[in-house]
T-cell receptor, first 111, second 113 residues
Framework: QKEVEQNSGPLSVPEGAIASLNCTYSDRGSQSFFWYRQYSGKSPELIMFIYSNGDKEDGRFTAQLNKASQYVSLLIRDSQPSDSATYLC???????????FGQGTRLTINP | DTAVSQTPKYLVTQMGNDKSIKCEQNLGHDTMYWYKQDSKKFLKIMFSYNNKELIINETVPNRFSPKSPDKAHLNLHINSLELGDSAVYFC????WGRGNTIYFGEGSWLTVV
């Protein structure tokens, strides 16, 4: 079982709709959860992090964490073509001082 | 000012050669990393250093040797390059501790021919 799993996609969403990206992780000791966005040919850039169960909102982005189900998700509201990218879920275990990444979900927003 | 900068950005070299990639960060972080992203876009940690001390070595072949002369610099030297080493190598940095938000450099595209 992979430590962090994502559906590789591609996920295609019409402009203006909500894009929903999902991630599961295997280690119950995981403490911190991150979403990175990576445009083609570019480096990953941090979108959001979440530590506690529940929702965390930042502009059009909402991260959701359910530790009991070992599940993290990212919602993008009012999707724009500029949101088209690969979204990487990453997980950190307390004290491990490293991020373990999923394989990424390629998202395409169709105008 | 680029927060995490690495050079060179592109590198094409022949099998068997030795090459280095340099990385510098001006964020004042005490932890630096090398990540490798393969052709399938899977991003995997190779090494991490905290205050010049090696913390993580993720079963990377010993042809790869990182060096951290100070906490703002982390270089990667690769000996006897193989075709399978072709990938994008990302340097990154963070503070030490919970949260561990990692900031990536722009990447170095290595192609071994």
């Amino acid at each position: 079982q992979k430590e962090v799993e994502q559906n590789s996609g591609p996920l295609s969403v019409p402009e203006g709709a909500i894009a929903s990206l999902n991630c599961t992780y295997s280690d119950r000791g995981s403490q911190s959860f991150f979403w990175y966005r990576q445009y083609s040919g570019k480096s990953p850039e941090l979108i959001m992090f979440i530590y506690s169960n529940g929702d965390k909102e930042d502009g059009r982005f909402t991260a959701q964490l359910n530790k009991a189900s070992q599940y993290v998700s990212l919602l993008i509201r009012d999707s724009q073509p500029s949101d088209s990218a690969t979204y990487l879920c990453a997980v950190n275990k307390e004290g491990a001082q490293k991020l373990v990444f999923g394989q990424g979900t390629r998202l395409t927003i169709n105008p | 000012d680029t927060a995490v900068s690495q050079t060179p950005k592109y590198l094409v070299t022949q099998m068997g050669n030795d090459k280095s990639i340099k990385c510098e960060q001006n964020l004042g972080h005490d932890t630096m990393y090398w990540y490798k992203q393969d052709s399938k876009k899977f991003l995997k940690i190779m090494f991490s250093y905290n205050n010049k001390e090696l913390i993580i070595n993720e079963t990377v072949p010993n042809r790869f040797s990182p060096k951290s002369p100070d906490k703002a610099h982390l270089n990667l030297h690769i000996n006897s390059l193989e075709l399978g080493d072709s990938a994008v190598y990302f340097c990154a940095s963070s503070t030490w501790g919970r949260g561990n938000t990692i900031y990536f450099g722009e990447g170095s595209w290595l192609t071994v021919v």
